[in-house]
């Protein structure tokens, strides 16, 4: 088994530690959550309200789910290298194991298509209202970078939010304030850098105007 030590780097940096079980917000009152994301303890037994626990027995729950967790990822001979399966591991520990085996990453895998496979990975960023959870959107971004670090160090494809937004732009009014809401929380260094970078004002996007583009990028 290799070290799983980036997986649970990644884990405990996105779950964060909890004492006390509280209730999980994907789910409602149907599941309690405890530790590092913990909903199942190792005898199997499930998290309840009240339950309590230390860092020290957060940190033995993790490890027994992330080992399961890779060992049953081994099982499927998918020819991952150590970076792919830690990347894996949090993958699966987030969005849960049925979801992983019903996804397409595993197909992607199999015909060794990894790049397709981070691609297939950086989608599932959305909330149970089908709106995309940033704290999601972050964690797919590590591990991406990481299950794709021993085969291209340039993997993160999450920019396809910002392609996808531009391709459907249409001026509508709900755009328009997303792309302003945006602007306001980017620094101006870096907005002025994509402006230039972009060359905003000589786009050879048509569907974007010159008045229009001169409305949002006003510095």
Request: hydrophobic share 35%; proline share 3%.
């Amino acid at each position: 088994m290799p070290s799983l030590k980036e997986a649970l780097r990644l884990i405990k940096t996105f779950e964060g530690f909890n004492e006390k079980a509280f209730t999980d917000p994907t789910t409602g009152e149907e599941d309690f959550i405890i530790g590092y994301g913990t909903t199942y303890y190792p005898d199997g037994s499930q998290v309840r309200q009240g339950h309590l626990c230390t860092e020290q027995k957060a940190e033995e729950y993790l490890k027994n789910e992330t080992d399961f967790i890779a060992s049953e990822i081994l099982k499927l001979n998918l020819g991952l290298d150590a970076c792919m399966l830690n990347a894996l591991v949090s993958f699966v520990h987030s969005v849960g194991w049925e979801s992983f085996l019903y996804s397409s990453i595993i197909d992607c895998c199999e015909q060794e298509d990894y790049v397709e496979a981070s691609r297939e990975i950086t989608k599932w960023i959305y909330g149970n209202d089908h709106k995309i959870i940033g704290t999601l959107v972050d964690r797919r971004r590590h591990e991406v970078d990481l299950f794709m670090s021993e085969y291209n160090s340039n993997a993160w494809t999450s920019n396809d939010i910002l392609l996808k937004a531009f391709r459907n732009y249409t001026a509508a009014p709900c755009q328009v304030h997303a792309i302003r809401k945006l602007q306001e929380r980017l620094d101006p260094y870096t907005l002025s850098e994509f402006a230039n970078d972009f060359d905003v004002h000589n786009s050879p996007y048509t569907d974007f105007s010159s008045d229009e583009f001169d409305s949002i990028f006003t510095f």
